[in-house]
């Protein structure tokens, strides 16, 4: 079982940055691949970037491809999400995911996830 704790969100202007951790339990985490997912009101819930266990292999959605930037440090249990950029179309729920075979693309390539962290761009 491995539980996950996101923080980081909160309000940011247009332009603005802010970097989103995910916490991770359990001992056995650098064998999980990670994945950031966002669901804005209304929407389905939207891939934005994966990482190996390692932290060797990305792959970032065109959403965020080129502003956003994934990161893991299996020291600490943490991923990490550094978010440049920022415009109001990104308001949304926020998620980290994680899987111990594999990761992907699709909310259903993954087991686990954390309870997400709001965050709100203003223009």
């Not at 909160?10 to 989103?20: D, E, I, T």
């Not at 970037?49 to 080129?66: E, L, Q």
């Not at 930037?69 to 308001?91: F, G």
């Amino acid at each position: 079982q491995v539980q996950l704790v996101e923080s980081g969100g909160g309000l940011v202007q247009a332009g603005g940055s802010l970097r989103l951790s995910c916490a991770a339990s359990g001992r056995t985490f650098s064998s999980y691949g990670m994945g950031w997912f966002r669901q804005a009101p209304g929407k389905e819930r939207e891939f934005l970037a994966g990482i190996s266990g390692s932290g060797s292999n990305t792959y970032y959605a065109h959403s965020g491809r080129g502003r956003f930037t994934i990161s893991r440090d299996n020291a600490k249990n943490t991923i990490y999400l550094q978010m440049n950029s920022l415009k109001p179309e990104d308001t949304a729920v926020y998620y980290c995911a994680a899987d111990p075979t594999d990761w992907g693309s699709e909310p259903h390539d993954y087991e686990y996830w954390g309870q997400g962290t709001q965050v709100t761009v203003s223009s």
